[in-house]
């Protein structure tokens, strides 16, 4: 077999990749109620980090009460959490022949399913989907946040994580902060473009300050919210200039929020399903990679590495788009819930090298009702 691209190591800031696969943050439900980690979720992660993926990033993991959108989510609210995620990172890394691991870190916003909390956002528009109505935050609460994904990322470090993603895309509070349509403020925070990624200026130097400056830390956005009046690709592109001037140490391009589901097919030219980031009949190979168009437009503007996510099922895609250096990184989510070991198989030339994934999301529907799986894995 020739040489593949995908093969080879490359740098997130100080971590050495082993190869070019990440697997893209993908939530799993198996925490306890408080959010502590237990061993049915040490024991979804071996078979990825035995599968061969250089680089895992962990289902999103709750920075602070308000924001915590899920049942069984991972949580990093307090000191109390770092033993319980210091197991993940070190479970990681002995199954994973150096793999690295990264934590997601996140607050759901306007986005939440937790029955009884009542949702914080930029402003107080309605989330169409779930109906949840939240309340504008004060400067205050902003400060607050703030503080908790800078401590959370001096937890994950504390807790053996080789580094952190900051989720601000998929319409959840960070994403919400960037989006024009979902931010509607007056003051600091809102209006411009330079006020609208405030709040992520203001996490990622204070998480620096605690972490020092090798600690990677990554972000992922979207390339377009997909709603009239949100982020398009000419206001991303500006985004993603900025954040990697401002030097977070890799970029994951996605797109969508929660209420695209509500738009058509007609609308789209595509099929909004369960999740809009994960697009589901994907049957062939021109409709994979459907963020490739814009990391094409965004790849030339930013100097640090960019991972597309979405949609990547054929290896020859992937060597395509890594050859043309479209992108740094290729991340998988339903392609590894489905077959863990993929990496592996591709990286070996085991078997024809179909991906078994069907882009179905019976695995959306899996962890919104229990767990996370894919019902068609034997
Ligand atoms: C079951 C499920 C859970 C997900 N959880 C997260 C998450 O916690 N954080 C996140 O940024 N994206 C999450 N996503 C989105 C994926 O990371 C990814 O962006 C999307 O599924 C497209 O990639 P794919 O086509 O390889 O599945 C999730 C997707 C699925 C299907």
């Not at 924001?67 to 070190?90: A, C, M, R, W």
Request: with cysteine; net charge negative.
């Amino acid at each position: 077999m020739p040489k593949l691209k995908v093969a080879e190591p490359k740098e997130i800031g100080n971590m050495l990749i082993k190869n070019r696969f990440v697997r893209s943050a993908t939530f799993e439900r198996m925490a306890t109620e408080e959010g502590k980690v237990t061993e049915e979720l040490l024991e979804f992660y071996k078979p990825l980090a035995k599968g061969g993926v250089g680089l895992i990033i962990t289902g999103l993991a709750s920075v602070h009460p308000s924001g915590h959108g899920y049942p069984n989510q991972l949580v990093i609210e307090t000191d109390d959490f770092i033993p319980g995620l210091n197991k993940l990172s070190d479970y990681i890394h002995k199954n994973g022949q150096g793999c690295k691991a990264v934590l997601q870190l996140a607050h759901n916003g306007r986005q939440s399913m937790m029955l009884g909390l009542e949702p914080i956002a930029p402003s107080a528009i309605q989330e169409p989907m779930s109906n949840n109505m939240p309340r504008e935050m004060t400067v205050e609460e902003i400060d607050e946040i703030i503080e908790a994904f800078a401590e959370a990322t001096r937890r994950a470090m504390e807790a053996g994580f080789d580094g952190v993603q900051l989720h601000a895309a998929h319409g959840y509070l960070l994403s919400e902060f960037l989006s024009p349509h979902t931010n509607r403020r007056t003051d600091e925070y809102g209006g411009t473009t330079e006020k609208r990624v405030k709040i992520v200026e203001k996490i990622y130097k204070k998480a620096l300050n605690k972490v020092g400056k090798d600690y990677p830390i990554m972000i992922k956005m979207n390339a377009d919210d997909f709603i009239e009046g949100g982020i398009d690709i000419n206001e991303s592109k500006k985004i993603a200039t900025f954040f990697s001037q401002l030097g977070f140490a890799a970029i994951e391009l996605s797109g969508g929020m929660w209420e695209v589901t509500l738009r058509s097919k007609e609308e789209l030219g595509w099929m909004p399903a369960m999740l809009p980031e994960s697009r589901v009949d994907i049957t062939s190979k021109d409709q994979e990679a459907y963020n490739l168009p814009y990391a094409k437009k965004i790849k030339k503007s930013i100097n640090v590495p960019l991972i597309l996510v979405g949609g990547l099922k054929s290896l020859d895609v992937i060597e395509k788009i890594l050859q043309e250096e479209d992108a740094d990184f290729i991340a998988l989510c339903r392609p590894l819930i489905r077959e863990p070991d993929l990496p592996n198989r591709w990286l070996k030339g085991i078997g024809d090298l179909t991906c078994e994934c069907i882009s179905c999301n019976s695995c959306v529907g899996s962890v919104i009702q229990g767990k996370l799986e894919c019902i068609y894995k034997e």
